[in-house]
Protein backbone atom coordinates (compact mmCIF):
# COMPACT_ATOMS: atom_id res chain seq x y z
CA UNK A 1 0.00 0.00 0.00
CA UNK A 2 1.11 3.59 -0.81
CA UNK A 3 3.21 4.73 2.33
CA UNK A 4 1.38 7.88 2.79
CA UNK A 5 -1.81 6.03 3.24
CA UNK A 6 -0.09 4.10 5.91
CA UNK A 7 0.88 7.60 7.33
CA UNK A 8 -2.20 8.79 7.37
CA UNK A 9 -3.95 5.80 8.78
CA UNK A 10 -1.78 6.41 11.89
CA UNK A 11 -3.28 10.03 12.65
CA UNK A 12 -6.84 8.88 12.20
CA UNK A 13 -9.55 8.52 14.68
CA UNK A 14 -10.78 4.71 15.13
CA UNK A 15 -13.19 4.60 17.42
CA UNK A 16 -14.96 8.04 16.10
CA UNK A 17 -15.11 6.64 12.57
CA UNK A 18 -17.95 4.07 14.05
CA UNK A 19 -20.05 7.10 14.61
CA UNK A 20 -22.11 8.04 11.77
CA UNK A 21 -25.03 10.72 12.93
CA UNK A 22 -24.90 11.78 9.46
CA UNK A 23 -27.54 9.73 7.14
CA UNK A 24 -27.59 10.43 2.76
CA UNK A 25 -30.91 11.03 1.09
CA UNK A 26 -32.33 10.19 -1.97
CA UNK A 27 -31.61 13.85 -3.10
CA UNK A 28 -27.66 13.99 -1.92
CA UNK A 29 -26.78 10.26 -2.13
CA UNK A 30 -23.49 10.89 -0.57
CA UNK A 31 -20.91 9.12 1.61
CA UNK A 32 -20.36 12.51 3.70
CA UNK A 33 -22.64 15.60 4.84
CA UNK A 34 -20.72 17.94 2.17
CA UNK A 35 -17.64 17.75 -0.13
CA UNK A 36 -14.58 17.84 1.15
CA UNK A 37 -11.12 18.72 0.39
CA UNK A 38 -9.06 16.01 -0.17
CA UNK A 39 -5.72 14.80 -2.14
CA UNK A 40 -6.30 11.49 -4.71
CA UNK A 41 -4.06 9.51 -5.28
CA UNK A 42 -3.89 7.02 -8.34
CA UNK A 43 -2.30 3.96 -8.91
CA UNK A 44 0.25 5.40 -11.00
CA UNK A 45 1.76 7.62 -8.28
CA UNK A 46 0.02 10.78 -9.37
CA UNK A 47 -2.23 13.12 -6.91
CA UNK A 48 -4.39 15.84 -7.01
CA UNK A 49 -6.17 18.09 -5.17
CA UNK A 50 -10.12 18.37 -5.06
CA UNK A 51 -12.80 18.40 -3.03
CA UNK A 52 -14.67 15.21 -2.81
CA UNK A 53 -17.52 13.03 -2.30
CA UNK A 54 -18.76 9.50 -2.61
CA UNK A 55 -21.88 8.69 -4.80
CA UNK A 56 -22.89 5.87 -2.96
CA UNK A 57 -25.22 4.59 -6.03
CA UNK A 58 -22.25 3.35 -7.97
CA UNK A 59 -19.44 3.82 -5.48
CA UNK A 60 -17.98 6.60 -8.15
CA UNK A 61 -16.05 9.80 -6.58
CA UNK A 62 -17.43 12.86 -7.41
CA UNK A 63 -15.54 16.50 -7.01
CA UNK A 64 -17.13 20.54 -7.26
CA UNK A 65 -15.68 22.18 -10.24
CA UNK A 66 -17.18 25.97 -9.62
CA UNK A 67 -20.85 25.34 -8.84
CA UNK A 68 -20.86 22.45 -10.55
CA UNK A 69 -20.78 18.44 -9.46
CA UNK A 70 -18.76 16.36 -11.88
CA UNK A 71 -17.90 12.34 -12.13
CA UNK A 72 -14.31 11.68 -11.81
CA UNK A 73 -13.93 9.73 -15.06
CA UNK A 74 -11.04 8.04 -14.49
CA UNK A 75 -12.38 6.25 -11.08
CA UNK A 76 -11.11 2.91 -11.51
CA UNK A 77 -7.29 4.65 -11.51
CA UNK A 78 -7.75 6.02 -7.89
CA UNK A 79 -5.68 4.06 -4.90
CA UNK A 80 -6.64 5.62 -2.21
CA UNK A 81 -7.54 9.74 -1.31
CA UNK A 82 -6.66 11.50 2.08
CA UNK A 83 -9.03 14.04 3.43
CA UNK A 84 -8.25 17.65 4.87
CA UNK A 85 -10.01 16.33 8.00
CA UNK A 86 -8.01 13.02 8.12
CA UNK A 87 -10.10 10.67 6.92
CA UNK A 88 -8.99 8.49 4.38
CA UNK A 89 -10.55 6.16 1.77
CA UNK A 90 -8.72 3.63 0.15
CA UNK A 91 -10.42 2.11 -3.00
CA UNK A 92 -10.41 -1.91 -3.49
CA UNK A 93 -12.36 -3.83 -6.38
CA UNK A 94 -15.34 -1.04 -6.70
CA UNK A 95 -15.77 0.09 -3.03
CA UNK A 96 -14.50 3.19 -1.16
CA UNK A 97 -13.07 1.62 2.14
CA UNK A 98 -13.06 4.49 5.01
CA UNK A 99 -9.94 3.59 7.13
CA UNK A 100 -10.20 3.34 10.78
CA UNK A 101 -6.80 1.94 12.05
CA UNK A 102 -3.94 0.07 10.27
CA UNK A 103 -1.49 -2.69 11.84
CA UNK A 104 1.53 -3.74 9.66
CA UNK A 105 -0.33 -5.67 6.62
CA UNK A 106 -4.10 -4.84 7.58
CA UNK A 107 -7.01 -2.14 7.37
CA UNK A 108 -9.71 -1.98 9.43
CA UNK A 109 -12.18 -0.22 7.58
CA UNK A 110 -16.28 0.42 6.89
CA UNK A 111 -17.87 0.34 3.57
CA UNK A 112 -20.91 2.10 2.51
CA UNK A 113 -23.56 0.62 0.06
CA UNK A 114 -26.85 1.49 -1.17
CA UNK A 115 -29.38 -0.98 -0.36
CA UNK A 116 -31.13 -1.26 -3.39
CA UNK A 117 -33.59 -3.79 -2.44
CA UNK A 118 -34.83 -1.48 0.53
CA UNK A 119 -34.70 1.13 -2.06
CA UNK A 120 -37.13 -0.06 -4.52
CA UNK A 121 -39.31 -1.24 -1.58
CA UNK A 122 -42.49 1.20 -0.68
CA UNK A 123 -43.21 4.21 -1.42
CA UNK A 124 -40.77 7.42 -2.90
CA UNK A 125 -41.17 10.90 -1.94
CA UNK A 126 -44.21 13.16 -2.37
CA UNK A 127 -46.09 9.55 -3.21
CA UNK A 128 -44.18 8.94 -6.28
CA UNK A 129 -43.43 5.03 -6.36
CA UNK A 130 -39.57 4.14 -5.21
CA UNK A 131 -38.65 3.38 -8.24
CA UNK A 132 -39.14 6.35 -10.22
CA UNK A 133 -37.74 8.87 -7.49
CA UNK A 134 -34.74 7.01 -6.94
CA UNK A 135 -34.52 7.37 -11.02
CA UNK A 136 -34.65 10.97 -10.78
CA UNK A 137 -32.78 11.89 -8.12
CA UNK A 138 -29.86 9.41 -7.59
CA UNK A 139 -29.57 8.59 -11.39
CA UNK A 140 -27.19 11.38 -11.92
CA UNK A 141 -24.41 10.83 -14.12
CA UNK A 142 -24.20 7.69 -17.06
CA UNK A 143 -21.24 5.84 -16.85
CA UNK A 144 -18.93 8.02 -18.53
CA UNK A 145 -19.75 11.18 -16.85
CA UNK A 146 -21.14 12.61 -20.34
CA UNK A 147 -24.43 13.94 -19.20
CA UNK A 148 -24.50 17.32 -17.42
CA UNK A 149 -23.31 18.16 -14.61
CA UNK A 150 -25.54 18.89 -11.58
CA UNK A 151 -25.77 22.24 -9.42
CA UNK A 152 -24.05 22.43 -6.39
CA UNK A 153 -26.14 24.69 -4.89
CA UNK A 154 -29.67 23.11 -6.17
CA UNK A 155 -28.51 19.36 -4.61
CA UNK A 156 -27.58 21.36 -1.14
CA UNK A 157 -31.25 23.14 -1.52
CA UNK A 158 -32.97 19.65 -1.69
CA UNK A 159 -30.84 17.67 0.43
CA UNK A 160 -33.14 16.88 2.83
CA UNK A 161 -36.50 17.26 0.86
CA UNK A 162 -36.40 13.41 0.09
CA UNK A 163 -36.40 10.42 2.09
CA UNK A 164 -33.44 8.82 3.46
CA UNK A 165 -31.55 6.81 1.05
CA UNK A 166 -30.83 3.08 2.95
CA UNK A 167 -27.57 1.78 2.85
CA UNK A 168 -25.91 -0.86 3.82
CA UNK A 169 -23.23 -0.44 6.47
CA UNK A 170 -19.90 -3.20 6.76
CA UNK A 171 -16.73 -3.56 8.96
CA UNK A 172 -14.22 -5.04 6.71
CA UNK A 173 -10.82 -6.15 6.43
CA UNK A 174 -8.24 -4.95 3.57
CA UNK A 175 -5.41 -7.84 4.13
CA UNK A 176 -2.07 -7.27 2.54
CA UNK A 177 -3.42 -5.21 -0.24
CA UNK A 178 -5.28 -7.72 -1.99
CA UNK A 179 -7.89 -9.60 -0.55
CA UNK A 180 -11.15 -7.46 1.21
CA UNK A 181 -13.53 -9.78 3.83
CA UNK A 182 -15.60 -8.98 5.96
CA UNK A 183 -14.54 -8.57 9.76
CA UNK A 184 -16.20 -11.55 10.92
CA UNK A 185 -15.33 -14.85 12.09
CA UNK A 186 -16.52 -16.16 9.15
CA UNK A 187 -15.04 -14.00 6.82
CA UNK A 188 -11.14 -14.12 7.92
CA UNK A 189 -11.70 -17.86 7.91
CA UNK A 190 -12.34 -18.11 3.80
CA UNK A 191 -9.03 -16.60 4.06
CA UNK A 192 -7.35 -19.46 6.06
CA UNK A 193 -6.20 -22.44 5.67
CA UNK A 194 -8.18 -25.85 7.64
CA UNK A 195 -4.83 -25.60 9.72
CA UNK A 196 -4.76 -21.85 10.22
CA UNK A 197 -8.76 -21.98 11.10
CA UNK A 198 -7.67 -24.23 13.83
CA UNK A 199 -5.16 -21.72 15.27
CA UNK A 200 -7.20 -18.96 14.54
CA UNK A 201 -10.68 -20.34 16.70
CA UNK A 202 -8.45 -20.78 19.14
CA UNK A 203 -7.21 -17.64 19.46
CA UNK A 204 -10.47 -16.08 19.21
CA UNK A 205 -11.02 -18.20 22.66
CA UNK A 206 -7.94 -16.84 24.25
CA UNK A 207 -8.60 -13.25 23.58
CA UNK A 208 -12.41 -13.11 23.79
CA UNK A 209 -12.66 -11.59 20.89
CA UNK A 210 -15.46 -9.61 20.44
CA UNK A 211 -16.46 -8.82 16.14
CA UNK A 212 -17.42 -5.06 16.84
CA UNK A 213 -15.07 -3.97 19.38
CA UNK A 214 -12.16 -2.42 17.70
CA UNK A 215 -9.52 -3.28 19.46
CA UNK A 216 -10.51 -7.22 19.11
CA UNK A 217 -10.23 -6.47 15.16
CA UNK A 218 -7.02 -5.21 16.10
CA UNK A 219 -5.78 -8.67 17.33
CA UNK A 220 -7.68 -10.46 14.43
CA UNK A 221 -5.51 -7.94 11.96
CA UNK A 222 -2.16 -8.97 13.91
CA UNK A 223 -3.27 -12.12 13.99
CA UNK A 224 -3.08 -11.97 10.53
CA UNK A 225 -0.14 -9.83 10.34
CA UNK A 226 2.24 -13.17 11.77
CA UNK A 227 0.67 -15.32 8.49
CA UNK A 228 1.42 -12.49 5.97
CA UNK A 229 5.52 -12.13 7.19
CA UNK A 230 5.83 -15.29 7.18
CA UNK A 231 4.59 -15.83 3.85
CA UNK A 232 2.37 -18.57 4.80
CA UNK A 233 -1.30 -16.52 4.04
CA UNK A 234 -2.59 -17.67 0.40
CA UNK A 235 -4.37 -15.05 -1.27
Request: charged residues 25%; neutral net charge.
Amino acid sequence: MKKFVSIALFICATIAGYAREYEPTEGWPYMFQDFKPAIVYYNDGKAESANINVHLIKNDLHFTDNDKIMLAHDGNKIDSVVCEDQTVLIRRGNLYVTCLHKTDYVVIGTTCQCDFNALNDGSGAYGSPTTTASTQNVASFNDHGNMAALRYKEMTQNKYNTRTLPTINRTVMVVNDRAICQANKRGVNELLTSDQKKAFNKYIKENKIKWKDINSLILVAKFLDEYIKADELLL
